[in-house]
């Protein structure tokens, strides 16, 4: 199935979207004239803002139709997912995000730090202003487990005994926790909590398949298309799905090599550790993993009215499947 | 006059300061190891935990008389402070505060910045539980300016040209503003909205006098009683009071000096800076401006009734001016 982004995905939002990036153009606004330009430079740097159109997609899938509140929502999230970036570019020491310097890279580990901190700080002021209380505190009580789970994904590198019970919890955290706070988020504010549950699971689950599929795309792209350096994660030793999988797939010399790799990081063995991973069958197992979230993400928004904005979800869900056809 | 810290300032709040830090130790509790031992860490690093005592004591000042949510308060600020400064070792690469090892000594950037980010959403998680709308408008809106400050310190890091103003800017956002969030937020919360303003300016001026003894004592202590390295913001190039006094009352070679040993950092000169800024006359006018502030931060004082915890209040504005008597 062939969806296109602006048409199957982003139209049902587009006027809504437009506005959402207003609302982060003045939530980056600052009187200190650095703060302002690295925000800009990060936010600008964003790839599809899919996780505010996430947001703005389920508002309207709950059946509201004034977005307004929504779209400060949504700019909370966008601009909370460009502050976890921004501090991950510094714990990777990544130079390089979506093929543009990333702002360690451009200015200095100093400057992402304390912009990355201001951006939450600013996140949480906007989010204030929604004047939501249970909002407030699932978002509180959200980023807490998001920072949990980038130092749980931390502790976990050169840990190739890591299981994928492990990967699942790190990926939780550093990657469907703000899927669900988007879409469970906007549900809390339209003021239906019957289809909170159904949102939350929708998100969850997507996020999974999402990051899953990510780490799929280290070993089947190349440089070019996937817009970061290739073996980045293996260079940190971080244990991600394919390399868990590759390592209970394989023994003898494979098996460690694929555990040594983790274990000190390093690109010596590169070649060889795509090449495994490659013929171990662990991709398969990954791409069947994928598989099943997705489908658990789009079973959850058969609880939904059958909309327009339910079909975008929908068609989001499987646009991400489609990068591992 | 001497003051004891013991019996003149905490005295009054003892037994809420025991509670209070039985909340941050509940605070920093996580299902992930490695979160609780670096912020049991940074937190057991903590000094006299200040702040947190203002905010007790002014909600004392203020007639309240259960201060159980102060207590949380409380703790809220503390965790902000230590986020803070967690996050300021890494910036300045500091391997030791307070004769501790830090966090990013102990383990590493990467662990301090995530960490940091935890005890930020986690402060604001407790904050959230307070349920008191305008006082998390207050916290998000005065953590986004603590960011500001921290940014402006960044960007007039090598600025010789850095006025006094822009010096008072920065040290509003790095130590006074949250000063006033732990006295005005006691207010808020004690539902005493007359005092707010008074222990505002408090605040605000104490932290100012605060961080401008701070600034002198690098010219006039040694390590150990400092428990910092002696020139630790000269080697960053940072345009302190003392410094840009100095450059004001010199001319000729010892402006010079002085003028290059901000611009480029380093300590080659730190010897001859020490000797400048101590012959210029800056220590005097720097005393004179902490006293000013310490003045203004009593005066202010003046507005709540005759307690106990007010003059332990004027007893720590005195404290802090003692260390350069």
Redesign the interface.
Known sequence: MAIDFQQDILSPVATDFAAMDQFINEGIS??????MS?SKHVVEAGGKRMRPIMCLLAAQACGETDLTRTQKLAAVIEMLHTA?LV?DD???ESNLRRGRPTANATWN???A??????L???S??L???L?H?PL??EF??G??E???G???Q??AQHQPETTEEIYLDIIYGKTSRLFQLATEGAAMLAGKPEYRTALKKYAGHFGNAFQIIDDILDYTSDKETLGKNIGDDLMEGKPTLPLITALKNTHGEAHQMIYKSIATGGLDDLDQVIQVVQNSGALDYCRKRAHEETQAAIDALELLPNTQARQALFNLAHLALNRIQ
């Open positions: 600052s009187k200190v004239a650095l703060v690295v976890t501090h510094v714990v990777d580990n100093q400057t730090v304390l912009v990355g901190d201001f939450i700080a600013r949480f002021d989010l204030v202003d004047n209380m407030l505190k509180s009580t980023t807490c998001i920072a949990e980038e130092v749980l931390l502790q």
